[in-house]
């Protein structure tokens, strides 16, 4: 696997995998891997002839009290996992390299930035589809995939993609889960293991409730049981619990597919997001 860090050097790169014909995927992460990150390099291998994958612990979609500085960060054991998955390329940039002295440009997707998460986090959406344009236009891969996880953030980057005309296809994978279902993060090394021992009763509380909607129940009573049943559990807030169009992420307030149950709580110095489909 080649490990490039410089954009001409990468351009090179990806022309010769691109040869022949061939396809490439893109992953982009901000490394701390995990199996969830795994299973979108395995969709990558998939529908693609390569996959690049990109590391980039990107600065401007941290706000000022977030952790950036603390975010893991093991270069050295996420390539290893990179090498075994048959991983062609690894785009590790530096700072400097992603944002020259003067850079200026950034891109706001306003109608789909400004709820949920965008709301607890002014900013983060924008860094976030400001890093992703560059990445595709860096990489230009045919096809790139990120994980249902941060549901708003994939739908975010699908309406910057079409809004944008960029040339490539958008897969989002299905969320890896722990054995007793809270969802792979990479901030989960956060929790201690009382914490994390605690933690599971995030994703119970979702499932009730998208089953409660599924079955016909009150929308606004099935949320605000979810959020009490998510701090009787142990967290100490809870940001939102919100049912969605699962596309265009209008708060629903009468069910209607598709549609997503969207969900953050904080539990001590840890946020964490997940979300569940309600068919
Ligand atoms: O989901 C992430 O890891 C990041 O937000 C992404 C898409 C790599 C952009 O920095």
């Given at each position: 696997m080649q490990i490039i860090r410089d954009i001409a050097t990468l351009h090179r790169a990806v022309a010769a995998?691109?040869?022949?014909?061939?396809?490439?995927?893109?992953?982009?992460?901000?490394?701390?891997?995990?199996?969830?990150?795994?299973?979108?390099?395995?969709?990558?291998?998939?529908?693609?002839?390569?996959?690049?994958?990109?590391?980039?612990?990107?600065?401007?979609?941290?706000?000022?009290?977030?952790?950036y500085a603390a975010y893991p960060r093991d270069e050295a054991r996420d390539a290893a996992l990179l090498v075994e998955e048959g991983v062609a390329l690894l785009w590790a940039p530096d700072v400097a390299t992603m944002y020259p002295g003067g850079h200026a440009t950034h891109i706001e997707v306003a109608e789909l930035g400004a709820d949920y998460c965008g709301a607890a986090r002014p900013g983060h959406f924008d860094g976030v589809a400001t890093v992703?344009?560059?990445?595709?236009?860096?990489?230009?891969?045919?096809?790139?995939?990120?994980?249902?996880?941060?549901?708003?953030?994939?739908?975010?980057?699908?309406?910057?993609?079409?809004?944008?005309?960029?040339?490539?296809?958008?897969?989002?994978?299905?969320?890896?889960?722990?054995?007793?279902g809270l969802a792979l993060s990479s901030r989960n090394a956060y929790l201690s293991p009382e914490q994390r021992a605690a933690a599971a009763a995030?994703?119970?509380?979702?499932?009730?409730?998208?089953?409660?909607?599924?079955?016909?129940?009150?929308?606004?009573?099935?949320?605000?049981?979810?959020?009490?049943?998510?701090?009787?559990?142990?967290?100490?807030?809870?940001?939102?619990?919100?049912?969605a169009d699962a596309d265009s992420l209008e708060r629903l307030t009468i069910f209607r597919a598709p549609a997503r149950l969207l969900a953050a709580a904080r539990m001590g110095k840890t946020r964490l997001i997940d979300n569940y489909a309600v068919d």
């Open positions: 995998l691109k040869q022949g014909g061939k396809s490439v995927a893109l992953v982009p992460t901000m490394g701390a891997l995990h199996a969830g990150h795994l299973s979108l390099v395995r969709m990558g291998r998939r529908v693609a002839d390569h996959v690049v994958v990109s590391i980039f612990v990107n600065p401007t979609q941290f706000g000022p009290n977030e952790d992703v344009a560059k990445l595709f236009n860096q990489v230009r891969p045919d096809v790139a995939i990120f994980g249902e996880k941060d549901w708003q953030q994939l739908a975010i980057i699908r309406r910057m993609a079409r809004d944008l005309d960029f040339a490539l296809d958008i897969l989002g994978a299905p969320i890896a889960r722990d054995g007793d995030f994703p119970d509380a979702l499932k009730a409730a998208v089953a409660a909607i599924a079955g016909g129940a009150d929308v606004a009573k099935a949320l605000a049981d979810a959020e009490a049943a998510i701090v009787a559990g142990g967290f100490d807030s809870v940001d939102y619990v919100a049912l």
